[in-house]
T-cell receptor, first 112, second 109 residues
Framework: KAGVTQTPRYLIKTRGQQVTLSCSPI?????VSWYQQTPGQGLQFLFE???????NKGNFPGRFSGRQFSNSRSEMNVSTLELGDSALYLC???????????FGPGTRLLVL | EDQVTQSPEALRLQEGESSSLNCSYT??????LFWYRQDPGKGPEFLFT???AGEEKEKERLKATLTKKESFLHITAPKPEDSATYLC??????????FGAGTRLTVKP
């Protein structure tokens, strides 16, 4: 069974630009969550989507947004990039709300 | 606000030297406590889910236990390939997930 895939794996952007990251969950999984991981803050929850609806949101500014498609694939968008947005962005999928989450390899974003 | 504190921050063991990692938590209604292993540059790899106090789960050299305030990840006779960062996370009744900062484990041959 294929795991969670994320594209691209690496990305370099400059301040002010926007970026879109993609996540394909494990087949059959309907919940997709996004996390930001930095050395200073650790893993922080961004948002969760279930059946195309955002069900939960972390404490991040509105520049961070996401969506989920009917096939459960999800995208995350960050607008007006700041240097502090440099991080590893992780996507995790699960069958449902309280099921175990399985993580993808992440997208490493560097903002210059 | 829910909190997860992991200790120690870093742990160095000799191969075969058993030890335990600690995860202390405060949560508004625990739905589940999760242990993950993360290797550098990779996403976390699921290890265990614990749902209620007294529960224990084992996998190879790892054993996770849960009380009402903390969880332990016991590593028996570790090998160098067990070197990684071990993350603990809790999920509350609102489905919010909060991760600890992790314990960086190094096992020397």
């Amino acid at each position: 069974k294929a795991g969670v895939t994320q594209t691209p794996r690496y990305l370099i952007k400059t301040r002010g630009q926007q970026v879109t990251l993609s996540c394909s969950p494990i087949s059959g999984h309907r919940s997709v969550s996004w996390y930001q991981q930095t050395p200073g803050q650790g893993l922080q929850f961004l948002f969760e989507y279930f059946s195309e609806t955002q069900r939960n949101k972390g404490n991040f500014p509105g520049r961070f947004s996401g969506r989920q498609f009917s096939n459960s694939r999800s995208e995350m968008n960050v607008s007006t990039l700041e240097l502090g947005d440099s991080a590893l962005y992780l996507c995790a999928s699960s069958l449902g709300t309280i099921e175990t989450q399985y993580f993808g390899p992440g997208t490493r974003l560097l903002v210059l | 606000e829910d909190q997860v504190t992991q200790s120690p921050e870093a742990l160095r063991l000799q191969e075969g030297e058993s030890s335990s990692l600690n995860c202390s938590y405060t949560v508004s209604g625990l739905r589940g406590l999760f242990w993950y292993r993360q290797d550098p540059g990779k996403g976390p790899e699921f290890l265990f889910t614990l749902y209620s106090a007294g529960e224990e789960k084992e996998k190879e050299r790892l054993k996770a236990t849960l009380t009402k305030k903390e969880s332990f990840l016991h590593i028996t006779a570790p090998k160098p390939e067990d070197s990684a960062t071990y993350l603990c996370a809790v999920q509350n009744n609102n489905n919010d997930m909060r991760f600890g900062a992790g314990t960086r484990l190094t096992v020397k041959p």
